[in-house]
């Protein structure tokens, strides 16, 4: 059972030009999380989504950074117009239900966005 | 809200002795807790979760972590240090109710070396 899928590994986007994370939750998985681990920092929550619906973005930025779950194909994570301050190792996870009887989420190998 | 603190950001100990990693969280509700590892430029790894069953959990790798209600802890400790256990933990909590539901709040991450 592969695990949680996310590319690219490393992404280098100049000033102002756009990143599209993507991720692939483990087959059967249905939630999809984001984080956020800037340096010398641990995760921080950005969003939970389920398919075609965004449960919970209260931890995105309210500019320039969007996410969706498409009822079909990889969750995407989107920034426009990139600063150096957003570079970072974005974190995707996928749980079973996400509700109550499961809060395991399983981890991606994480996408490390480099804003030059 | 949710946080986590863990002590020390750095813990250095000698193969085959004691690790000690220290997590104490606050939560408003019996909290559901986590403990991950992070091996270099890779995703996080679930070690252990409590979920309100038996206050002492086993893990893997020899990892085991006892909740504390009274001391608001969920220290991670193994008998005897592997090299192979040198990476970076991460303490996590989730009350799992209402607007928050699914959303992880992680400590700032204990980095583990292991002397030979």
């Known amino acids: 059972n592969a695990g949680v899928m996310q590319n690219p590994r490393h992404l280098v986007r100049r000033r102002g030009q756009e990143a599209r994370l993507r991720c692939s939750p483990m087959?059967?998985?249905?939630?999809v999380y984001w984080y956020r681990q800037l340096p010398e920092e641990g995760l921080k929550f950005m969003v939970y989504?389920?398919?075609?619906?965004?449960?919970?973005e209260s931890g995105m930025p309210k500019e320039r950074f969007s996410a969706e779950f498409p009822k079909e194909g990889p969750s995407i994570l989107r920034i426009q117009q990139v600063v150096r301050g957003d570079s970072a190792a974005y974190f995707c996870a996928s749980s079973q239900t996400g509700g109550a009887s499961s809060y395991e989420q399983y981890f991606g190998p994480g996408t490390r966005l480099t804003v030059t | 809200a949710q946080s986590v603190t863990q002590l020390g950001s750095h813990v250095s100990v000698s193969e085959g002795a004691l690790v000690l990693l220290r997590c104490n969280y606050s939560s408003s509700v019996p909290p559901y807790l986590f403990w991950y590892v992070q091996y270099p430029n890779q995703g996080l790894q679930l070690l252990l979760k409590?979920?309100?069953?038996?206050?002492l959990v086993k893990g893997i790798n020899g990892f085991e972590a006892e909740f504390k209600k009274s001391e608001t802890s969920f220290h991670l400790t193994k008998p005897s240090a592997h090299m192979s256990d040198a990476a970076e933990y991460f303490c996590?909590?989730?009350?799992?109710?209402?607007?928050?539901?699914?959303?992880?709040?992680f400590g700032r991450g204990t980095q583990l070396t292991v002397w030979p």
């Open positions: 087959k059967g998985h249905s939630h």
């Open positions: 996590a909590v989730s009350d799992g109710r209402g607007s928050t539901l699914g959303r992880l709040y």
């Open positions: 989504l389920q398919k075609e619906n965004i449960i919970d």
């Open positions: 409590y979920t309100s069953a038996a206050t």
